[in-house]
């Protein structure tokens, strides 16, 4: 079935560990996102890639990065994760460049930093 | 800051009611969105309208855009119980394919 991966659904981690979140998309679209969502604050932008082996910051980059490799991939790195970034990370992706642009979301990562 | 702003926070309907949700935003669009979200599940898109449209149907859903107020507004038609859900509008931005979202405003319709 065509559509967005997000491994692992859920994970604890402790201060100060790296962690990477891995997205994988099968439909081939050009625009790639990593959001994370907090009560209340709705969904804010962290980085996203409109075309394989680029990438961009957005509203709230600071403690994360992003790689771009190939088309379908998308992973998300926590350098030293720090309980802040306890959260819920969704990935996204769509077809801005067929003009579609409705951008279709993962399960979601749900990540405790303790 | 976050581009798009909705309003209100919060709706509580009963079943058959309407219910209108709006957007704002900061800076010029490409196109706005609108997204549900049920509980502790990803995003569904809804539906998109274009800059230089003004109005858009799919559906119990219609959707208004005003770029000179830099506002959006959704309807929801006859609601139903399983309206209930969260919902955000997200703005695309330039040629960086950059979508952001707002907080949305938390949907519900009582049986």
């Known amino acids: 079935i065509a559509g967005i991966t997000q491994a692992p659904t859920s994970q604890i981690l402790a201060a100060g560990r790296r962690m990477t979140l891995r997205c994988t998309q099968d439909m081939r679209h050009n625009a790639m996102y990593w959001y994370r969502q907090d009560l209340g604050l709705g969904l804010r932008l962290i980085h996203y890639s409109n075309t394989a082996g680029t990438t961009g910051k957005g509203e709230v980059p600071d403690g994360y990065s992003v790689s771009r490799a190939n088309t379908d991939d998308f992973p998300l790195t926590l350098a030293s994760a720090v309980p802040s970034q306890t959260s819920v990370y969704f990935c996204?992706?769509?077809?801005?460049?067929?003009?579609?642009?409705?951008?279709?979301f993962g399960q979601g990562t749900r990540l405790t930093v303790v | 800051s976050q581009q798009g702003e909705e309003d209100p926070q919060a709706l509580s309907i009963q079943e058959g009611e309407n219910a209108t949700m709006n957007c704002s935003y900061k800076t010029s669009i490409n196109n706005l969105q609108w997204y549900r979200q049920n509980s502790g599940r990803g995003l569904v898109h809804l539906i998109l309208?274009?800059?230089?449209?003004r109005e858009k149907h799919s559906g119990r859903l219609r959707v208004t855009l005003d770029t000179s107020k830099k506002s959006s507004s959704l309807l929801i038609t006859a609601s139903r119980a399983a309206d209930t859900a969260s919902y955000f509008c997200?703005?695309?931005?330039?040629?960086?394919?950059?979508?952001?979202f707002g907080k949305g405003t938390l949907l519900t319709v009582n049986p």
């Open positions: 997200a703005t695309g931005e330039g040629s960086n394919y950059k979508l952001t």
């Open positions: 996204a992706s769509s077809d801005s460049t067929g003009g579609r642009d409705e951008a279709f």
């Open positions: 309208i274009r800059s230089n449209e």
